[in-house]
């Protein structure tokens, strides 16, 4: 069974930074590119960012409300995924959820919460 | 602003069918045959009901189905039930930037 566990999540203050990871099970993870959502309270569902797999050169995309901020990354020996959120600002409160990607956006976890506050 | 345009929110009654839009370019959605529709409850991981533009994943009910007619994608849910009401987004693969492109989502309500 395909599970896809978020952790990391928490409060922390505006220009702190936080990591969250995206653990994988049930399949192949490294074969797999990966992404990040989140969900502002009270707001729809934004992507912000994904990796390729490594087969696919591992390249990185991002939105432009968490470029040169935000860093993707993977360790395929873990089958974990990152998110490294740095320069954290409150606009970053969400539920961050992390999925596969194929053609698709296929299997989701069940999020983490981040809060930003002073 | 999102990339995709689709109404804010549609509503219908219990056994009616809706459709809700997403309108994009000959860019993203004109030009890609990776188009899906993601339902999300609040509080819940989101779930796709529709990829590749028509396919629906396995276990998704047939009540749910996809198309598109130039720049602009569709989602119709016949036979609408309670469970249905949630909110739905679009979502195309541009070749382009080589990258994705999102609607703002579209709430629906079973009345």
Redesign the interface.
Known sequence: EVQLVESGGGVVKPGRSLRLSCTASGFAFGDYAMSWFRQAPGKGLEWVSFIRSKAYGGTTKYAASVKGRFTISRDDSKSIAYLQMNSLKTEDTAVYYCSTVTTTFQNWGQGTLVTVSS | QSALTQPASVSGSPGQSITISCTGTSSDVGDS??V?W?Q?HPG?????VI??VSDR?SGVSDRFSGSKSGNTASLTISGLQAEDEA?Y?C?S?TYS????V?G??TKLTVL
Request: hydrophobic share 30%.
């Open positions: 045959n990776y899906s993601l999300h819940k991981a989101p779930k796709v990829f590749d994943p909110d987004y979502t693969y930037s080589a990258s994705w999102f703002g989502g």
